[in-house]
């Protein structure tokens, strides 16, 4: 299966800012809903946004609302998650995935209805 590639990750201080992007070579993001998902050491995978093919369906998950935003670039094929004032209960290996298409490019919050899972990319957050 094809996986889609995650990057920006990195380690920042409390109340920094990181960008992750996500991009395939393999098919055209923008007809799928896209999701950002994250786990946390000894945690569940939980996910933190999805953004629908229309962008008018938009979530954010209540722990991330106001400090994350999603975006896309059609033209590189990459979708964004704009990640502001992290917080230390922020870090996780992030992952994006896209959501199978039969669920018409809204977005869904079963996780088993997303596939093309990336390697996922480290955030870190320390002072």
């Known amino acids: 299966q094809v996986q889609l590639v995650e990057s920006g990750g990195g380690l920042v201080q409390p109340g920094q800012s990181l960008k992750l992007s996500c991009t395939t070579a393999?098919?055209?993001?923008?007809?799928?809903?896209i999701g950002w998902f994250r786990r946390a050491p000894g945690k569940e995978r939980e996910q933190v946004s999805c953004?629908?093919?229309?962008?008018?369906?938009?979530f954010y998950a209540d722990s991330v609302k106001g400090r994350f935003t999603m975006s896309r670039d059609n033209a590189k094929n990459t979708l964004y998650l704009q990640m502001n004032n992290l917080k230390p209960e922020d870090p996780a290996v992030y992952y994006c995935?896209?959501?199978?298409?039969?669920?018409?490019?809204?977005?869904?919050?079963?996780?088993?209805?997303?596939?093309?899972w990336g390697q996922g990319t480290q955030v870190t957050v320390s002072s």
């Open positions: 995935a896209a959501e199978n298409p039969r669920l018409g490019g809204l977005c869904s919050g079963d996780q088993s209805m997303y596939s093309n």
């Open positions: 393999k098919f055209t993001l923008a007809r799928y809903a």
């Open positions: 953004e629908s093919t229309s962008d008018e369906n938009t």
